[in-house]
C-alpha cells in the first residue's frame, strides 16, 4: 500500500555535521572533506540509486559530487553554518524502480531545480518494503562563478508545505497513470478528520514494565486507544472506499449518457443486446472483462479438441499393438503346427524336416521378440487410458467413440455461441468508441475532420485536455504550434550538439597537424639558424634532402591546418579554450532537450491522428462522389435506353 512520508531537515554544522559526510553517506560514494582532510565512506549493500540536478546556469563542476558538497564547505565560514537542506521522501512501492526515479527526477526538478537550488538526491532500496529518497538541496543562489548568497524565501513555511501538497499531487499522478488505485495525501488525520486519540507517556518505570510482560495501567490506557485509532482509520478507509466506488458508479453513468447522447438509434440497439448478452451495463470495462472470459473459455475448449485428438491418437496407437500382437501370435501358432506336422519316421526326408523345424523355431523366436516388443509399447498406453487387458481396452475405447461425436458436437456448439457473443461484444465496442469519438469531436466543431479520427487519438485528445488544459479542450492550432515549436528547438538543440562534436573532431585533427607542422618547423628551423647546418647542405646531399623533405612536409602540414580553421599553436590554445566552454553546455543543451521531449510524444500522436482523420475524411468524400457520379451514368444509360426503344 502507498504511504505518505515527507519529512524535512537542515544539516548544520552547529550540531557537528558535515555536507561532504551526509553527501556520502547517501550516495554510499568516498569523498574527501577537504575542510578537515577526511576520507567519508559508509558501506552500503544495496548501492543507492544516485542523480544531481542542477539549475541551466550551473557551472560544469556542480555534477562532481565530491566537488560540490566541498565547495559548499567552502561558501560557508560560520561554525553553526547552515550547509544544507533534506528532504526525506517514501516512494510508491506499486512503482517500478524507473518509475520511481521518474516521479522524484520530475517532481525535484520543478520545486528546487526550477527555483534555483542544486539537488543532489539518493533512492536507497535497502529494505525492499521501504523505498525512500534523499533529497540534499543547497542553501545558496548558484551562478556560473559558484555559490553566491543565501536565499531566505527558501526558508518559508509556507513554501514546506507547498512542497509537502505538489509531493502528493505528482505521487497521485503517477499512480493513476499506471493504473494503480492506490492514492497519498499530505494531510495530516486530524486535517482529514479522523478524529484519534494520543496515546499518553509511559514513563521509565513503566516503559520497564510493559517490556518484561508486566501489564500497567497507562499501558492498558495506550492500547485501549491503539485499538480506537485502528478503528479510526478502517472507518477513514471504508468512507474512501465508499466515495471511490461512488464516483465510479457517477462515472459510468456519465458514459452511459454519452453513449446514448452520441450515438446512432443503430449503435443503441447494439449497446441493448451487449447489456443482455452482460446481464450489466454495456460499459468498456465490462466488455472487455467479458473479452477476458471468452478468452478463457475458448482456451478450455481447445483444450478438449486436443484431450480428444490426443485420446483418438492413443488409441489408435494400441489398437495398432495388438493387432500386432495377434498377427505376431498366428505366426507362433502356424510355426508350432508346422513343427507338430513332421513326419520324422521318413528317413529321406531328415534333412528337409531338420531345416523346416530350425526356420519354424526361428519364426517363432522373432514372432515371441515382436511381442514383447509390442506388449512393453502398450504400457504407456496401458497407464494413460487406464486398462490392463484387451477387454478393458475394448470397453475404453466403445465408451470414447460413443461420446466423442458429441463431445465434438458440443465444442463446436459452443464456439459458435462464443463466435455469436464476441459478435455482440464487438459491435458494443465499436458503438461505446463511435460515440467517444463524436464526443470529443463535439468539443471541436470547427474541425469536421475530427469526426474522422481513431478512437486511440480521441483518448490522446482528452488526456492532453486533462494535462493541459485543465479539463477544457485545448485547440488544436495551439497543439500544433506547440509540437513544430518543440520539433525545432530540438533540432536546434541537437544542431547544437552536432556542431560541438563537429568541431571537437575538427581540432583533433588540427592537433595532428599541428604537431606535425611543429616537427617539421624544428628541422628546418636546425637548419636556417645553425650556420654550420646551412653550409653542410651545400656539400650534403642527405643534409639536403632532410631540409627539402622538412620544408614540404611544414608546408603541407600547415596547408591542412589552415583547411582546419587553425594558423598555429596560441590560435589552436584560443580555440581548445572556446571549445571547452561549448562542451561545458552540452549536458545543459541535453537536458533541454529532454525537457522539451517530455510530453512531445503525446502532443505529436495527437497530430499525426488529426491527418490521419482528415486523410481518411477526403478518402470518403470521393468514394461518396465516385458513388453519387455512378449512380448518375446508370440514370443516363436508362434515359438513353428509353429513348431508343
Same mark, same amino acid.
Given at each position: 500500500?502507498?504511504? &505518505?512520508?515527507?519529512?524535512?531537515?537542515?544539516?548544520?554544522?552547529?550540531?557537528?555535521?558535515?555536507?561532504?559526510?551526509?553527501?556520502?553517506?547517501?550516495?554510499?560514494?568516498?569523498?574527501?572533506?577537504?575542510?578537515?582532510?577526511?576520507?567519508?565512506?559508509?558501506?552500503?549493500?544495496?548501492?543507492?540509486?544516485?542523480?544531481?540536478?542542477?539549475?541551466?546556469?550551473?557551472?560544469?563542476?556542480?555534477?562532481?559530487?565530491?566537488?560540490?558538497?566541498?565547495?559548499?564547505?567552502?561558501?560557508?565560514?560560520?561554525?553553526?553554518?547552515?550547509?544544507?537542506?533534506?528532504?526525506?521522501?517514501?516512494?510508491?512501492? /506499486? @512503482?517500478?524502480?524507473?518509475? $520511481?526515479?521518474?516521479?522524484?527526477?520530475? &517532481?525535484?526538478?520543478?520545486?528546487?531545480?526550477?527555483?534555483?537550488?542544486?539537488?543532489?538526491?539518493?533512492?536507497?532500496?535497502?529494505?525492499?518494503?521501504?523505498?525512500?529518497?534523499?533529497?540534499?538541496?543547497?542553501?545558496?543562489?548558484?551562478?556560473?562563478?559558484?555559490?553566491?548568497?543565501?536565499?531566505?524565501?527558501?526558508?518559508?513555511?509556507?513554501?514546506?508545505?507547498?512542497?509537502?501538497?505538489?509531493?502528493?499531487?505528482?505521487?497521485?499522478?503517477?499512480?493513476?497513470?499506471?493504473?494503480?488505485?492506490?492514492?497519498?495525501?499530505?494531510?495530516?488525520?486530524?486535517?482529514?478528520?479522523?478524529?484519534?486519540?494520543?496515546?499518553? !507517556?509511559?514513563?521509565?518505570?513503566?516503559? /520497564?514494565?510493559?517490556?518484561?510482560?508486566?501489564?500497567?495501567? =497507562?499501558? +492498558?490506557?495506550?492500547?485501549?486507544?491503539?485499538? &480506537?485509532?485502528?478503528?479510526?482509520?478502517?472507518?477513514?478507509?471504508?468512507?474512501?472506499?465508499?466515495?471511490?466506488?461512488?464516483?465510479?458508479?457517477?462515472?459510468?453513468?456519465?458514459?452511459?449518457?454519452?453513449?446514448?447522447?452520441?450515438?446512432?438509434?443503430?449503435?443503441?440497439? +447494439?449497446?441493448?443486446?451487449?447489456?443482455?448478452?452482460?446481464?450489466? *451495463?454495456?460499459?468498456?470495462?465490462?466488455?472487455?472483462?467479458? &473479452?477476458?472470459?471468452?478468452?478463457?473459455?475458448?482456451?478450455?475448449?481447445?483444450?478438449?479438441?486436443?484431450?480428444?485428438?490426443?485420446?483418438?491418437?492413443?488409441?489408435?496407437?494400441?489398437? %495398432? !499393438?495388438?493387432?500386432?500382437?495377434?498377427?505376431?501370435?498366428?505366426?507362433?501358432?502356424?510355426? /508350432?503346427?508346422?513343427?507338430?506336422?513332421?513326419?520324422?519316421?521318413?528317413?529321406?526326408?531328415?534333412? /528337409?524336416?531338420?531345416?523346416?523345424?530350425?526356420?519354424?523355431?526361428?519364426?517363432?523366436?522373432?514372432?515371441?521378440?515382436?511381442?514383447?516388443?509390442?506388449?512393453?509399447?502398450?504400457?504407456?498406453?496401458?497407464?494413460?487410458?487406464?486398462?490392463?487387458?484387451?477387454?478393458?481396452?475394448?470397453?475404453?475405447? #466403445?465408451?470414447?467413440?460413443?461420446?466423442?461425436?458429441?463431445?465434438?458436437?458440443?465444442?463446436?456448439? #459452443?464456439?459458435?455461441?462464443?463466435?455469436?457473443?464476441?459478435?455482440?461484444?464487438? =459491435?458494443?465496442?465499436?458503438?461505446?468508441?463511435?460515440?467517444?469519438?463524436?464526443?470529443?469531436?463535439?468539443?471541436?466543431?470547427?474541425?469536421?475532420?475530427?469526426?474522422?479520427?481513431?478512437?486511440?487519438?480521441?483518448?490522446?485528445?482528452?488526456?492532453?485536455?486533462?494535462?493541459?488544459?485543465?479539463?477544457?479542450?485545448?485547440?488544436?492550432?495551439?497543439?500544433?504550434?506547440?509540437?513544430?515549436?518543440?520539433?525545432?528547438?530540438?533540432?536546434?538543440?541537437?544542431?547544437?550538439?552536432?556542431?560541438?562534436?563537429?568541431?571537437?573532431?575538427?581540432?583533433?585533427?588540427?592537433?595532428?597537424?599541428?604537431?606535425?607542422?611543429?616537427?617539421?618547423?624544428?628541422?628546418?628551423?636546425?637548419?636556417?639558424?645553425?650556420?654550420?647546418?646551412?653550409?653542410?647542405?651545400?656539400?650534403?646531399?642527405?643534409?639536403?634532402?632532410?631540409?627539402?623533405?622538412?620544408?614540404?612536409?611544414?608546408?603541407?602540414?600547415?596547408?591542412?591546418?589552415?583547411?582546419?580553421?587553425?594558423?598555429?599553436?596560441? %590560435?589552436?590554445?584560443?580555440?581548445?579554450?572556446?571549445?571547452?566552454?561549448?562542451?561545458?553546455?552540452?549536458?545543459?543543451?541535453?537536458?533541454?532537450?529532454?525537457?522539451?521531449?517530455?510530453? @512531445?510524444?503525446?502532443?505529436?500522436?495527437?497530430?499525426?491522428?488529426?491527418?490521419?482523420?482528415?486523410?481518411?475524411? #477526403?478518402?470518403?468524400?470521393?468514394?461518396? $462522389?465516385?458513388?453519387?457520379?455512378?449512380?448518375?451514368?446508370?440514370? $443516363?444509360?436508362?434515359?438513353?435506353? %428509353?429513348? *431508343?426503344?
Amino acid at each position: 500500500m502507498a504511504i &505518505y512520508h515527507f519529512s524535512a531537515q537542515v544539516i548544520s554544522r552547529g550540531k557537528g555535521q558535515s555536507a561532504v559526510a551526509s553527501a556520502s553517506y547517501r550516495s554510499g560514494e568516498r569523498l574527501t572533506d577537504e575542510r578537515t582532510g577526511e576520507m567519508k565512506y559508509y558501506v552500503r549493500e544495496v548501492q543507492p540509486d544516485t542523480m544531481i540536478l542542477a539549475p541551466a546556469n550551473s557551472p560544469e563542476w556542480v555534477q562532481d559530487r565530491n566537488r560540490l558538497w566541498n565547495e559548499v564547505e567552502k561558501s560557508e565560514t560560520r561554525v553553526n553554518s547552515r550547509l544544507a537542506r533534506e528532504i526525506n521522501i517514501a516512494l510508491p512501492r /506499486e @512503482l517500478s524502480n524507473d518509475q $520511481q526515479k521518474e516521479l522524484i527526477r520530475d &517532481y525535484v526538478q520543478k520545486e528546487f531545480v526550477d527555483k534555483g537550488m542544486i539537488a543532489d538526491v539518493a533512492i536507497h532500496r535497502d529494505d525492499k518494503e521501504n523505498p525512500h529518497a534523499h533529497v540534499m538541496l543547497t542553501t545558496r543562489e548558484i551562478t556560473a562563478d559558484g555559490f553566491g548568497p543565501k536565499n531566505r524565501d527558501w526558508n518559508k513555511k509556507e513554501l514546506l508545505e507547498q512542497w509537502r501538497e505538489e509531493w502528493a499531487n505528482h505521487a497521485n499522478k503517477a499512480l493513476e497513470k499506471e493504473g494503480i488505485q492506490e492514492r497519498i495525501s499530505h494531510l495530516s488525520h486530524e486535517a482529514r478528520g479522523l478524529e484519534q486519540l494520543p496515546t499518553v !507517556h509511559l514513563g521509565h518505570v513503566a516503559h /520497564e514494565m510493559e517490556k518484561r510482560g508486566v501489564r500497567t495501567e =497507562k499501558g +492498558d490506557i495506550n492500547r485501549d486507544r491503539q485499538e &480506537y485509532n485502528a478503528l479510526v482509520v478502517d472507518l477513514q478507509k471504508y468512507r474512501e472506499e465508499k466515495q471511490a466506488l461512488e464516483q465510479e458508479k457517477a462515472r459510468q453513468q456519465e458514459q452511459k449518457q454519452n453513449a446514448e447522447k452520441f450515438s446512432t438509434a443503430a449503435e443503441r440497439v +447494439d449497446l441493448q443486446n451487449a447489456s443482455k448478452v452482460l446481464k450489466a *451495463e454495456s460499459s468498456l470495462p465490462n466488455i472487455k472483462n467479458r &473479452y477476458d472470459q471468452l478468452d478463457k473459455w475458448d482456451e478450455r475448449l481447445n483444450k478438449n479438441d486436443s484431450y480428444i485428438r490426443w485420446k483418438d491418437e492413443t488409441l489408435r496407437g494400441a489398437s %495398432d !499393438h495388438f493387432r500386432w500382437i495377434h498377427s505376431f501370435e498366428k505366426q507362433v501358432q502356424e510355426a /508350432e503346427r508346422r513343427i507338430e506336422n513332421i513326419n520324422w519316421l521318413n528317413p529321406l526326408k531328415l534333412k /528337409e524336416n531338420r531345416i523346416t523345424k530350425d526356420r519354424a523355431e526361428q519364426e517363432i523366436s522373432k514372432a515371441k521378440t515382436e511381442i514383447k516388443f509390442h506388449d512393453e509399447k502398450l504400457n504407456y498406453h496401458r497407464e494413460k487410458l487406464g486398462f490392463s487387458n484387451e477387454k478393458e481396452f475394448n470397453q475404453v475405447k #466403445t465408451q470414447h467413440e460413443s461420446e466423442r461425436s458429441g463431445l465434438l458436437e458440443k465444442n463446436r456448439n #459452443t464456439r459458435q455461441y462464443i463466435r455469436s457473443e464476441r459478435d455482440v461484444l464487438q =459491435k458494443a465496442e465499436i458503438a461505446h468508441k463511435n460515440a467517444f469519438v463524436r464526443q470529443v469531436a463535439s468539443l471541436y466543431p470547427e474541425r469536421s475532420e475530427m469526426r474522422h479520427m481513431s478512437f486511440k487519438t480521441a483518448l490522446n485528445i482528452v488526456d492532453v485536455n486533462s494535462k493541459y488544459g485543465k479539463g477544457k479542450a485545448v485547440p488544436i492550432e495551439s497543439i500544433e504550434k506547440t509540437v513544430n515549436n518543440r520539433k525545432s528547438e530540438i533540432q536546434r538543440l541537437q544542431g547544437e550538439i552536432s556542431r560541438v562534436d563537429q568541431t571537437k573532431g575538427r581540432l583533433q585533427r588540427a592537433e595532428r597537424y599541428l604537431k606535425d607542422f611543429e616537427k617539421h618547423q624544428a628541422i628546418v628551423e636546425k637548419y636556417e639558424n645553425n650556420p654550420f647546418l646551412k653550409g653542410k647542405m651545400l656539400v650534403s646531399k642527405s643534409a639536403k634532402r632532410e631540409y627539402d623533405s622538412a620544408v614540404t612536409a611544414r608546408d603541407s602540414y600547415k596547408n591542412y591546418m589552415q583547411k582546419e580553421g587553425i594558423t598555429g599553436r596560441a %590560435d589552436f590554445e584560443k580555440q581548445i579554450e572556446s571549445f571547452g566552454k561549448m562542451e561545458a553546455k552540452v549536458p545543459e543543451y541535453q537536458g533541454q532537450i529532454q525537457s522539451q521531449e517530455k510530453g @512531445l510524444g503525446l502532443l505529436d500522436a495527437v497530430m499525426k491522428g488529426i491527418e490521419q482523420a482528415s486523410r481518411e475524411m #477526403t478518402r470518403q468524400q470521393q468514394r461518396q $462522389q465516385q458513388k453519387v457520379q455512378g449512380k448518375g451514368k446508370s440514370k $443516363q444509360k436508362y434515359q438513353g435506353m %428509353d429513348r *431508343e426503344m
